[in-house]
């Protein structure tokens, strides 16, 4: 079992950055692909990006350029850099792991940017 525990959310302006970190249980971090989704209100929970194993990231296409996944397999830690915010990245933001067919949530958290 995989424990993941969010932090970094909170209220930003528009144009402003926040980072935020995902920290793992265990010893298999390494091995996990690690995914930072969100869901806004009202909407479905999407993909916001994803990194490899072998570091290669993945974005969705309403982030690119403005976001950064990256992750530490010392620290057992992801981290999404979101910068130039805007009102509609607001959204609960949660982490993912997936190792096999083995997938675990975070408990989510909130970001909000005011324009």
């Known amino acids: 079992q995989v424990q993941l525990a969010e932090s970094g959310g909170g209220l930003v302006q528009a144009g402003g950055s926040l980072r935020l970190s995902c920290i793992a249980s265990?010893?298999?971090?390494?091995?996990?692909?690690m995914g930072w989704y969100r869901q806004a209100p009202g909407k479905q929970r999407e993909l916001v990006a994803s990194?490899?194993?072998?570091?290669?990231?993945n974005y969705a296409d309403s982030v690119k350029g403005r976001f950064t996944i990256s992750r530490d397999n010392v620290k057992n830690t992801v981290y999404l850099q979101m910068n130039s915010l805007k009102s509609e990245d607001t959204a609960v933001y949660f982490c993912?792991?997936?190792?096999?067919?083995?997938?675990?949530w975070g408990q989510g958290t909130q970001v909000t940017v005011s324009s």
């Open positions: 993912n792991s997936l190792i096999r067919i083995h997938e675990y």
């Open positions: 265990g010893n298999i971090f390494r091995f996990s692909v």
């Open positions: 990194i490899s194993t072998g570091g290669s990231p």
